[in-house]
């Protein structure tokens, strides 16, 4: 059999990431493509890839991904599998195995349609970040806020509701390529302002949410995995943010000294670690033990809320007086303990799976990013109720 057209790989659209090497026919039939990831701009970080494949329905395809060895978290491809959709909704994974010798990640897959997409994640691009914004902005209740601009000028949303005195603030997508952080924003924002849920009227009663659901716009839209346009990771500026290199945050925490914190929730993805977890704030010089009780009671009742999180596995923990000030949740818990007494946390989703109850078809999936948030705010609720 003898194709007409030679496949077509593309990645100049929101958030695409790759570079062509070469595309060759196969004797076999279908087509085998060397391809490599482009580094975040200013920056040496790599690991996010978004591309589109044009082929023939049927095609055979073998896409070798390189220089892997190099990536920012080599410890994430073992295990991964890509993620591919042929109408850009449903996410599916595809067959995919790496070569650790070689930092080589080979995805099989056969075209149903003449277009398929490949990404590290399902994506959330920018159109659908303003979607989503003008949709819950509308919704009764609930204020609009632009905080500031990114350096490429994109608006820093928020969007805020409730009136009760907690402060509460969610915002993520520090890292542009954890775009599971978006998807949970997402389901967030629709839990938050549905009229009958009760965790959600509970929680507009008690607080005043505060929810930024893309911290780095500009760095999403370029395809990076971690920094924005001037190759700033975003989540070591939160001790000294300044407009020049990270606006992005320095609008946030300015926001945050005006209103109080005293819930934060930092939404992130991990590359390695198959699971679900959060990280806290041992480690700052301001900790409290009672922030510390109500940190670990918020996890264990998340734990025993769904199946899709645990607490064995998770990344180590600052010795005391060592955690790092940089980072948004130390800076932030530090920040409003003695105001406050603030509990911040890191939320990390896995790129690969929760392994503990794996899904075959879809791995972790926007879908169940989605139905965390909701119940991480129902577990919200509970411990809003219980502080009275
Ligand atoms: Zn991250």
Redesign the pocket.
Known sequence: MTHHTPASISCAFDSGNIVVHSITAQATGGWRAELSIRKDRESDFFQWFHFRVAGQPGDMLELVITGLKDSAYPGGWPGYRACVSEDRDFWGRAETSYDEAAGALTIRHQLISSLAWFAYFAPYSMERHHDLVAEIASRPGVLHRELGQSLEGQPIDCLQMGHGPVQVWLYGR??PG?SMAEWWMEGALEKLTDPADPHARLLREACTLHIVPNMNPDGSCRGHLRTNVAGVNL?REWHAPTAERSPEVLCVLNAMDQSGVHWAMDV??DEAIPAVFIAGFEGIPGWTDDQGVRYNRFRDLLASRTPDFQTRQGYPKAPAGKANLAMSTNQIANRFTASHGCVAMTLEMPFKDNNDLPDAEQGWSPERSKLLAHDCMAVLAQMVAEAG
Do not use: F, S
């Open positions: 520090q890292h954890e989540n992130h993805g």
